[in-house]
């Protein structure tokens, strides 16, 4: 009853969201208002395991095309347009009908390439301090972290992303996804997360999945996992 209670409010909500008249709103600029994140580091910076060709054609082509599509998408869509990623993410099945599943897509696929360029550039090894606290807590430990979190990438069929998730209390779980979706879809936040998408690693390790995701870990920035952890715990980590 409170679930259907809470559904009827958002629909209500949502209703008078996109029932509102759109006069008064300049048109959104092509080039906004949704941009591409710089690469925190130069592309090289996770050679040999993940080369700098593919992190310049994944950047600059790929994680632009997200961006660019996802402008064009609410271009005609102001409200939207006006709306924070996460919070359109967490709303995506109120997206108007007609641009719902090209924002899934795009605007999935923005967030988590803007996540995942953060993650990474590090120097592996393995995690210390609360992290590593909850991970032995909840995930088994480090190396069954790794490989849980690697079958689960293995096993994403096609297209897709391996999660680790955390919630307000801290709590750690590993799922994967496809195509671009995220858990920030479901209302979840996302602590890290690998790209399965072939063109995150076809250049390198051709059809070779498992090598990649085993190499991954190398490039893994364990100091920034460490901010997002606590980021999530205070309620402030928002992609
Ligand atoms: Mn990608």
Do not use: C
Not at 35 to 55: K, R, S
Request: aromatic share 10%.
């Amino acid at each position: 009853m409170a679930t259907l209670t809470r559904r009827h409010a958002i629909l209500a909500a949502t209703a008078t969201l996109f029932a509102r008249p759109v006069f008064a709103q300049a048109p959104a600029a092509p080039t906004g208002p949704f941009t591409l994140p710089p690469l925190p580091y130069a592309p090289e910076a996770n050679e040999p395991h993940i080369d700098a060709q593919t992190m310049t054609i994944h950047h600059d082509r790929h994680h632009a095309a997200y961006v660019g599509n996802l402008n064009g998408l609410v271009k005609d869509h102001s409200q939207v347009a006006a709306m924070k990623l996460s919070d359109i993410l967490a709303k995506i099945n109120e997206m108007p009908e007609a641009v719902r599943t090209g924002i899934r897509n795009n605007a999935g696929g923005h967030a988590n390439h803007t996540m995942f360029w953060q993650v990474m550039g590090g120097k592996g090894g393995a995690p210390s301090g609360a992290v590593a606290d909850a991970i032995t807590r909840d995930l088994g430990g480090f190396d069954k972290l790794k490989a849980d979190f690697n079958r689960a990438g293995l096993t994403q069929f096609g297209s897709g992303w391996a999660f680790v998730t955390v919630d307000k209390a801290g709590k750690l779980a590993i799922l994967n996804r496809p195509n671009q979706d995220t858990p920030l879809m479901a209302g979840e936040r996302v602590l890290f997360g690998n790209d399965v998408w072939e063109h995150a690693y076809y250049l390198k390790y051709q059809n070779r999945r498992a090598d990649y995701l085993a190499a991954w870990w190398n490039v893994v920035n364990w100091d920034e996992i460490t901010k997002r952890y606590a980021a999530a715990m205070a309620g402030t980590l928002d992609i």
